[in-house]
């Protein structure tokens, strides 16, 4: 774990280095390809050990003076929000960014590159990295969020929240490399783009808690049937019948309509992984989600989509 000294004493250099070699281009090349990729609120013992880690997906995104993290409860009203004070030191593609509260630090063994307050709520809320002048860069939104969704699409975990000792975490999967961010794994849709994890906060010079082994996956299957007036039913299954993929999970039953994919229910399967969900009775072209989530630690459900079925 490095020394909290000796990260103050980095980012104090490059406030030093900012001003002396700052490039002349773009602003917009300098802090605007940052994502938000991971969000925790609390552990049961440490409700406070709250963090909101951002990543750079591209070089040279360190330039973050005057630029904050703007948090909002779920109605949408600004509780806070997080001034950075100067640039990090690391620059490089993939870098991270941390803000942490003191409790989070302790709780998770890694420096935060800039504090924060325990200002977020576990139950619904968003978040919002944000240039100097306020206008949004990349937002967040989780639980009973029923603020501006210009900016985050559809809440993450809108029934659960954030659950204690557990973090919402960027998909990667979305772009042309899954084992990097890009623009691609950003949709503006907060439900699409994060999955449960185990919190894993890590900082700009890289540091986090030490990892485990990489996890299992277990590939799923979601199926789905339209019955009159109208109902949508259907069954999961995860390979090597591991339960905790297919019991008591999240299913998004969604439509086709203006070009896109809207949600218009959710529900959770049965002990058996089979769900039923009444729904208005609409012409169209509809599916069944079940999204990426992670039970425990070592094992990962993955993302299953049913084929479409047609209501006339």
């Not at 609390?42 to 995104?61: N, W």
């Not at 929000?81 to 941390?98: H, K, R």
């Not at 990489?214 to 339209?226: E, I, K, M």
């Not at 949508?232 to 203006?258: N, P």
């Amino acid at each position: 774990m490095k020394v909290r000294a000796l990260a103050r004493a980095a980012v104090v250099a490059g406030l030093i280095c900012a001003h002396v070699v700052a490039p002349a281009g773009p602003a917009q090349a300098l802090f605007h390809l940052v994502m938000v990729t991971e969000v925790g609120a609390g552990t049961s013992i440490a409700p406070t050990a709250q963090f909101i880690e951002l990543q750079m997906y591209a070089s040279d995104q360190r330039f973050l003076t005057g630029h904050q993290v703007a948090v909002f409860d779920a109605s949408g009203t600004e509780v806070a929000v997080f001034t950075f004070t100067g640039p990090v030191a690391n620059g490089a593609d993939q870098a991270f960014v941390l803000l942490a509260t003191p409790q989070a630090e302790t709780e998770f063994g890694v420096d935060a590159d800039f504090p924060m307050t325990p200002a977020l709520n576990p139950g619904g809320g968003s978040v919002c990295f944000r240039s100097a002048d306020g206008g949004p860069i990349d937002c967040a939104s989780w639980g009973n969020y029923s603020g501006d969704d210009a900016a985050t699409g559809n809440p993450f975990s809108p029934a659960l929240g954030l659950l204690p000792g557990r973090s919402m975490e960027r998909v990667t999967t979305g772009g042309s490399d899954a084992q990097r961010l890009d623009p691609g794994d950003d949709t503006n849709d907060s439900a699409a783009d994060f999955a449960d994890s185990a919190p894993s906060p890590t900082n700009n010079a890289g540091g986090a808690a030490e990892p485990g082994p990489d996890p299992v996956d277990h590939d799923r299957s979601v199926t789905l049937a339209l019955r009159r007036a109208l109902v949508a039913q259907g069954r999961v299954g995860a390979e090597g019948d591991y339960a905790a993929c297919f019991r008591d999970v999240a299913v998004k039953i969604q439509r086709r309509g203006g070009g896109r994919w809207k949600v218009v229910a959710r529900t959770r399967t049965n002990a058996d992984g089979a769900y039923r969900k009444k729904i208005r009775d609409r012409r169209g072209r509809y599916r069944a989600v079940a999204p990426r989530f992670t039970p425990e630690e070592g094992h990962r459900c993955m993302k299953a989509i049913s084929p479409i079925r047609r209501n006339r």
